[in-house]
């Protein structure tokens, strides 16, 4: 969090002389107040339409942190909001009748009324002229008379839609709608409320914005209160036709127990939809976009004022710091948009979290609040354990954790194997066979991997035929020598390493064959000897790869029979679970996404067809595959491009794979086309996951940017995945389980050190850090 330290000397900052801000939302005048603060000197007016006393909403909450930065900036500031706020510590979550409460969070709100009085006393105070109920100039007009120009002129900032060319503003609508009201008392914690009514799920978010009896609050205090649902369950219940006081009248009597049978009331309130604003670029000239123009994060989260209000004092302190507005502009994006980007992705994960409540309801009370706790991943299971350790433990129990035992070290039953934990080294292409053949590398990379602790190894996706192989340097199980030279493996796994089981991935590379190895061009095809591609339809993977044939249906019969073949050998090899490759734009996933499988027979068109022919061939290898071991299937859950796989398709895939025998499903997505846009981020792709297991009872493997044992174990406790997969970790530790299991001081069942290793499972010593600390204090 950025500390601005004023100085009068300004010698060496940007000059603004005249500066304009559009908007009188509370990022707007603080950065009035800052930059008056910082020289006396400029010309600063605020343009609002709206009166003084006009507002929409009730209580606006500030972290400590943001309030360390007020403080620093503008201490007569900071000492008016410390007079005004309510502070408390806990969280109250109430579901099916059982409330739950978890301490030691920290919150401090006060009325959005009483902030902006505060700020607009304090641009008075140092000659800031306010002009109320006056539309601005345009941003246009503005900058012809003043040095800058600064639009917070919120989420329907017109300033950012007069130059939407420059902007280049993404703005998403989200699928709830909500209505911010408020009630006259105080709640003693945030409140979250879920209402199961016949028309759908609803929720309560409720905190206190005023306690009992302080300034204008009511004699028992003011709390704001955000009703919310899906759109669906809004249009059902009725609320399209209702006007304001129905809507609060309505909304008082479902949640009547939270507010105990108190009235709510109104501000200019209207049920809207959440919009998510983007802006690919957040200044041109002289004229800056600030808080909710610029950028928008879920209420949820709680982060609207504060990201406003730290965008003020980034700003500020830029333009003290560089020689000129544009270096300040250009300074002020550079610091500020990691820290929103960073926001975003966590109000995106909180917001689909409630968009998609309905799939949590059915948790255990306790599970389903520490999910909601969880939702962001920003509270996690550790640092939840310890701002209230009684209610981690209260929830651990109810899990099933053994007293001791983090989440990620429970066992885990498919079919005949158990799994001494969660934690699983996912499929990782290593490109380093001969002929297919695995050698010492591959008996080292897994043999490692397997002495590391995790419950389950994965090989790489392991080519059914020679001219299924990805590059030349993969792997294969169509010849005896290499069924041998995997059986040399799995034995050393299962003799050295007995609490770990080996699972195989099964493939075929498809139109993604015939390339180079990876660190000599990803997906480029060889200069030389290249082989012919075939695909479901005779697509291109990108721009200058091979052109596949399309698939005859007499070659698809072929190629379940080299697939049923391969899983003979994988079962002769000795591994403990097979693991059907139907993802990432290979042969299988080729003919589930629509972008890629273009067919008009009985395995093209609609998603029941296009699953035939991967049905057909797990089928064929699960006839094969021994009963009592475990077959799972990875899949892309999305193809991160227009008209590719969706969510919706995502769960109906993973239906009709349980449906013929899946015993899990490993939710992966995208790498199916070239052109694709991910939203990469820390564990982006668990909410496909999520989803599947949470709406189907599939049980699931979540992977993608989970890196840390913390979010294994928030993961797993939260009932959002049954296993976790990591890669990249395993190639920076392979004995990233046993670490995690020392790093958190377990030692039982679910971590198993082999016995030379034994005598390291304690974390290493370190030297001191730290001076010794004071024996003696004495006053004066």
């Not at 917001?351 to 920003?378: C, H, I, K, M």
């Not at 292409?429 to 389950?456: I, N, Q, T």
């Not at 991910?678 to 599939?698: F, H, K, L, M, V």
Request: with cysteine; net charge negative; aromatic share 8%.
């Amino acid at each position: 969090m950025r500390e601005l330290t004023i100085s009068l000397e300004g010698d060496g900052a940007a000059a603004a002389r005249r500066v304009a801000v559009v908007g009188g939302g509370p990022g707007g005048l603080y950065a009035a107040v800052l930059l008056k603060r910082l020289d006396p000197t400029r010309e600063i007016t605020v343009w609002e339409r709206n009166a003084p006393d006009d507002t929409f909403g009730f209580g606006v909450v500030l972290s400590d942190e943001t309030l360390g930065g007020i403080e620093h900036a503008d201490p007569a500031v900071y000492a008016a909001l410390q007079a005004e706020f309510v502070r408390w510590d806990d969280i109250d979550i109430v579901h099916r009748g059982q409330r739950h409460t978890s301490g030691g969070h920290g919150f401090a709100a006060l009325s959005r009324k009483r902030l902006l009085a505060v700020l607009h006393e304090r641009c008075r105070e140092l000659g800031v002229d306010l002009r109320f109920c006056t539309e601005a100039p345009s941003a246009a007009e503005l900058a012809a008379t003043h040095e800058l120009v600064i639009a917070a002129d919120g989420v329907h900032s017109l300033t950012r839609a007069a130059h939407a060319d420059v902007f280049k503003p993404t703005l998403t609508t989200h699928r709830c709608r909500y209505i911010w009201l408020a009630a006259d008392f105080a709640f003693d914690a945030f409140r979250f409320e879920i209402a199961e009514t016949e028309h759908g799920v609803m929720q309560l978010h409720g905190y206190p914005y005023a306690a009992a009896g302080t300034g204008t609050a009511a004699a028992s205090g003011a709390s704001t209160v955000i009703v919310e649902m899906h759109e669906e369950v809004w249009e059902a219940a009725g609320f399209a036709e209702l006007d304001q006081a129905a809507s609060a009248e309505r909304c008082a009597k479902i949640f009547a127990d939270a507010l105990g049978g108190r009235p709510l009331r109104s501000n200019n309130s209207s049920w809207i939809s959440f919009r998510t604003v983007v802006n690919e670029q957040w200044s041109y000239g002289h004229c800056v976009l600030l808080g909710d123009a610029a950028h928008t994060a879920h209420f949820s989260i709680g982060s609207g004022t504060k990201l406003a209000v730290e965008d003020a004092l980034a700003l500020a302190a830029c333009l003290q710091e560089q020689p000129d507005i544009p270096a300040a502009l250009a300074a002020y994006e550079e610091e500020r948009r990691p820290v929103v980007a960073s926001t975003q992705r966590a109000a995106a994960a909180s917001l689909q979290w409630f968009e998609e409540l309905g799939l949590y309801v059915d948790q255990a009370p306790r599970q389903f609040a520490f999910n909601l706790l969880t939702r962001s991943r920003r509270v996690t299971h550790d640092n939840l354990r310890l701002r209230d350790a009684g209610f981690t433990q209260a929830v651990e129990r109810e899990f099933g954790c053994p007293e001791g035992t983090p989440p990620m070290f429970t066992p885990f039953r498919l079919r005949g194997l158990t799994l001494q934990n969660r934690v699983v080294v996912s499929p990782m292409d290593m490109y380093s066979a001969e002929d297919g053949v695995p050698g010492d590398f591959h008996l080292v990379h897994l043999g490692a991997r397997a002495l590391g602790g995790a419950g389950l190894v994965m090989t790489e996706m392991v080519c059914v035929t020679e001219d299924g192989r990805i590059t030349p340097g993969c792997a294969g199980l169509y010849t005896p020598q290499q069924e041998a030279a995997w059986r040399r493996i799995t034995d050393f796994a299962h003799a050295q390493a007995p609490g770990t089981a080996i699972g195989v991935q099964l493939g075929h590379s498809g139109r993604k064959g015939s390339t180079k190895l990876m660190w000599e061009g990803i997906d480029d095809p060889l200069d030389e000897g290249n082989w012919p591609l075939v695909a479901a339809s005779p697509l291109p993977y990108k721009e200058g790869s091979q052109r596949p044939r399309a698939l005859t249906t007499g070659e698809l019969a072929v190629l379940t029979l080299q697939f049923k073949a391969a899983a003979r050998r994988a079962a002769r090899a000795g591994f403990d679970l097979l693991e059907l490759h139907c993802a990432h734009g290979y042969l299988l996933s080729g003919f589930l996404s629509p972008l890629t499988n273009l067919r008009d027979d009985q395995y093209g068109g609609p998603l029941e067809n296009r699953l035939r022919f991967p049905l057909e061939v797990f089928d064929a290898v699960r006839e094969v595959w021994p009963a009592e071991r475990p077959m799972t299937v990875r899949i892309s859950a999305t193809d991160w491009a227009e008209g590719g796989t969706t969510a919706d398709d995502a769960v109906g895939i993973a239906r009709a794979f349980a449906a013929h025998g899946a015993d899990a499903v490993d939710v992966s997505t995208g790498q199916v086309v070239a052109d694709e846009q991910p939203a990469y981020g820390r564990s982006y792709q668990t909410p496909y996951a999520d989803r599947i297991r949470n709406e189907t009872g599939i049980p699931v493997l979540s992977v993608g940017a989970i890196s840390s044992w913390d979010d294994v174990n928030s993961l797993i406790l939260a009932g959002r995945t049954d296993l976790c997969a990591l890669a990249r970790p395993h190639l920076y530790d392979p004995h990233w389980t046993l670490h995690a299991a020392a790093e958190q001081g377990y030692s039982g069942p679910g971590a198993s050190w082999p016995a030379p290793y034994r005598a390291g499972s304690r974390r290493p010593q370190t030297g001191r850090t730290d001076g010794p600390k004071p024996r003696l204090t004495l006053g004066r």
